[in-house]
């Protein structure tokens, strides 16, 4: 069974600039989560999905960062303009089941904002 | 809200030695979850442990346990005859009724040859 997939691995960018990460959940998964670990600080949830739809956007920032999930299965992360402090690994997880609690993680996204 | 605390950032063991992790927590529920996770610097979360709270027994993986203590809100775990595979960040997790992986700050364990 094929994992969780990101890309990209890694991304530079300038304050200021866009970027967008991309998520592949395990097929079939109904629950995709996103989570943003800064340096020295454990994982901490931005946004989580169930199929197409939003479950849980409380401690996304919206003025910035958006979300989508294409038709239930991929998703994108956006951050529109970042700044420094949102240097952080970006990590997608997904569940079989709404509610469940096993997760299923990929590696991440390290971003490092100029 | 609830709350994870890992008060080591940082601990050590010799090869083929026990070591424990620590991990406290605070909520107000009755019915959770708590986990063990690694994070090797390839950065993807692999589960270690799990631990059902109405459970009073502690969860056992091979060479890894926890010492889970409800009513003090504890929960550590016991790497037996560690491994240098062992080494990495060790992150202690509750998940409650919001659905939420709540994450501790995490312990960078090393181990010594």
């Known amino acids: 069974e094929a994992g969780v997939a990101q890309s990209p691995r890694y991304k530079i960018i300038e304050k200021r600039q866009s970027v967008a990460f991309w998520c592949n959940p395990i097929s079939g998964h109904a629950t995709l989560y996103w989570y943003q670990q800064i340096l020295g600080q454990g994982p901490k949830l931005l946004i989580q999905?169930?199929?197409?739809?939003?479950?849980?956007d409380s401690q996304l920032p919206k003025d910035r960062f958006s979300a989508e999930r294409l038709k239930g299965v991929d998703s994108t992360l956006k951050i529109q303009p970042a700044k420094l402090e949102d240097s952080a690994v970006y990590l997608c997880a997904s569940s079989p089941t709404f509610g469940g609690e096993k997760l299923f993680f990929g590696s991440g996204t390290q971003l490092s904002v100029l | 809200a609830q709350t994870v605390t890992q008060s080591q950032p940082e601990m050590s063991v010799q090869e083929a030695e026990t070591v424990t992790l620590s991990c406290t927590y605070d909520?107000?529920?009755?019915?959770?979850?708590l986990f063990w996770y690694k994070q090797p610097p390839s950065r993807q979360m692999i589960l270690v442990i799990r631990q059902e709270a109405y459970k009073q027994q502690n969860a056992t993986e091979n060479r890894f346990s926890v010492n889970f203590q409800k009513a003090a809100k504890s929960f550590s775990l016991k790497i037996s005859d560690s491994q240098l595979g062992d080494a990495a960040m060790y992150f202690c997790a509750y998940w409650g009724n919001n659905n939420d992986m709540r994450f501790g700050a995490g312990t960078r364990l090393t181990v010594k040859p």
């Open positions: 909520t107000s529920e009755s019915d959770y979850y």
């Open positions: 999905f169930q199929n197409n739809g939003v479950v849980d």
